[in-house]
């Protein structure tokens, strides 16, 4: 498990990128280069990092699912994941 800190901070992070987003944009089609970088740094998505939902791990992670590896074998073992079956032969 992540600490909760962490969690927090990235929530912050995401909501700070949707709030300047259109902002951001218009200064880039613009160039406005000096203007953009007195935006606060954490309004950049490069900022964002994914992270497990159940978790908040933020490595082995799946896009597709939105969790982390480990995660996403116990959900799939134990049948929570429609079309994924453990492989056996």
């Known amino acids: 498990m992540a600490r909760k800190s962490i969690e927090a901070r990235q929530r912050k992070r995401e ?3 949707a709030k300047f987003a259109a902002k951001r944009a218009a200064l880039k089609e613009a160039g406005e280069w000096t203007l953009l970088d ?3 740094k954490n ?3 490069v900022r964002l990092r ?3 939902a159940l978790t908040g791990r933020p490595r082995g992670f799946i896009s597709d699912f939105g969790v982390c590896r ?3 074998r116990d959900l799939a073992s134990e049948g929570k994941i429609p079309g994924i079956t453990k492989a056996s032969w």
């Open 50 to 52: 994914n992270r497990c």
């Open 70 to 72: 480990i995660k996403f």
């Open 43 to 45: 309004t950049s998505k």
């Open 15 to 17: 909501a700070l990128v």
């Open 38 to 40: 007195k935006l606060p």
